[in-house]
């Protein structure tokens, strides 16, 4: 999903869970990610009719333009490569977390396709929309229907970004969010959930020392708020033990010594690959 997946990514990563992270890139609307994980499910291969060239750069509609490339045959061993990469973690998944960023969508006029990023094709060649409560509720059941018919164990977690779409307008992103909000809350049932980041950051989180100076993205201490809220809620106790060693570990990997050659450096390095060596042997996933 959004930029903010990232974020709550990024401290799984840190904390070495087993996760995969916006195979195609940021995504930010419901469409969007209900044709990767359509695609995914069904086992898509992207074709040379997938792709366009656009200021010397191969994209495409599907994905955002990190994936984009200089080369049209790298840019679709890369399209296919994570399409593959996201059935296998749909199968394999214990939680699907789904941030929506908005509800706004641009439609490109040739195809009739709405897409996921416009790569600046310029903007005569769109027609922006707002995807209403019943089209959300539908594409997100969509996304629902997919997942279970992958993996029916997985539980699925719906999550709106607390990023506000300002371009779009203060007026239009709140539109936009409502409705988001909406149509997740008419799926709900024991193993379709809502994290309500969006709340957090809105209602709790009100002074300017959340955001960055962009006064849009949440700060570090936001995240970590947010963080720290949905870790008490989905992470069990006997993980944030395993969590708190993983800490310890990290930190002692940025440490720096003031003499590498001393005895009692030596001892500290022997004492940090111990700990590295006890917790990838209880979980063999794990590297540092």
């Known amino acids: 999903g959004s930029c903010f997946s990232e974020n709550i990514g990024e401290k799984?990563?840190?904390?070495?869970?087993?996760?995969?992270?916006?195979?195609?890139?940021i995504l930010f609307h419901p469409k969007a990610i209900e044709i990767l994980i359509?695609?995914?499910?069904?086992?898509?291969?992207?074709?040379?009719?997938?792709?366009?060239?656009q200021n010397e750069q191969w994209h495409s509609f599907d994905a955002h333009s990190r994936l984009s490339s200089n080369s049209k045959d790298d840019l679709l061993n890369a399209l296919n490569t994570k399409v593959q990469l996201t059935s296998e973690s749909i199968q394999k998944a214990t939680h699907v977390i789904i941030t929506l960023g908005t509800s706004w969508v641009y439609r490109f006029l040739e195809s009739d396709k709405v897409v996921a990023n416009c790569h600046r094709v310029p903007q005569k060649q769109f027609k922006k929309e707002l995807l209403n409560v019943e089209d959300i509720s539908?594409?997100?059941q969509n996304i629902i229907n997919l997942i279970e018919r992958a993996n029916h164990k997985a539980i699925i977690l719906f999550t709106v970004s607390p990023v506000r779409h300002l371009k779009d307008g203060f007026i239009e992103n709140t539109l936009a969010k409502s409705n988001l909000i909406s149509a997740i809350h008419t799926l709900l049932n024991i193993k379709v959930l809502y994290f309500p980041s969006y709340e957090i950051m809105m209602d709790e989180l009100r002074d300017y020392r959340f955001y960055n100076q962009d006064m849009i993205h949440p700060s570090p201490l936001a995240i970590n708020y947010i963080w720290e809220k949905f870790q008490s809620i989905w992470i069990s106790d006997e993980s944030i033990k395993t969590m708190q060693e993983v800490e310890t570990i990290q930190k002692g990997n940025q440490h720096k010594p003031f003499n590498?050659?001393?005895?009692?450096?030596?001892?500290?390095?022997?004492?940090?690959?111990?700990?590295?060596?006890?917790?990838?042997?209880?979980?063999p996933h794990i590297k540092f």
């Open 12 to 25: 799984l990563d840190y904390f070495k869970f087993q996760n995969t992270q916006n195979p195609f890139g």
């Open 38 to 53: 359509s695609n995914a499910v069904n086992g898509k291969q992207y074709s040379n009719q997938d792709v366009f060239n």
């Open 138 to 140: 539908k594409s997100l």
């Open 260 to 283: 590498q050659n001393s005895e009692a450096h030596q001892r500290f390095l022997q004492n940090l690959n111990d700990k590295k060596d006890q917790i990838s042997f209880r979980f």
